[in-house]
């Protein structure tokens, strides 16, 4: 179960950046099949791998492999709460494979594609806000 829970994030991973398989495989400097065999659970990333995955997508390793965890079938208790982290990435995910979220965003990079969704989940208040502080990044790097 857990080789499918990270066949899966891979391959939302992937596709949240706007990445190839042939993109990924050349990160990880192996082919696009082998790489495919990953997103399937045909086969497990290396250590190594695993190091470059997490890097490419900007999170921890121990991030890239927390998503579930092991039961006892013996021993009963109440599973944790999604994290926020896992919640935002599903609503993020679930935003930007929207068709007509992709039509709108098909230009924009990774990064502004995430400011733009957080953006938008801002009181009117704190986006002035955000704003004024923009302008006063960017007037310091005009001069």
């Known amino acids: ?6 066949s899966k994030r891979l391959r939302e991973l992937r596709k949240v950046y706007n990445y190839t398989q042939d993109d990924v495989a050349e990160v990880l400097q192996t082919s696009r099949q082998t ?7 045909l086969r497990k990333p290396s250590t190594e791998s695993l190091y470059k995955l997490a890097g490419l997508y900007e999170i ?3 991030d890239l492999l927390k998503l579930s965890i092991e039961l006892d079938e013996n021993v009963y208790f ?11 990435l599903s609503a993020y ?9 992709q039509k709108k965003y ?38």
């Open 1 to 6: 179960m857990r080789d499918s829970l990270l």
């Open 35 to 41: 790489y495919s065999h990953y997103e399937t659970g």
């Open 60 to 62: 921890s390793v121990e």
């Open 78 to 88: 109440d599973a944790p709460r999604p994290s926020q982290e896992s919640e935002d």
């Open 93 to 101: 995910l679930e935003y930007f494979n929207d068709p007509k979220n």
């Open 106 to 143: 098909h230009y924009h990079t990774n990064l502004e594609k995430e400011i733009l969704y957080y953006f938008q989940k801002l009181s009117d208040l704190d986006k002035k806000e955000i704003i004024e502080f923009t302008k006063i990044k960017a007037k310091k790097l005009r001069d």
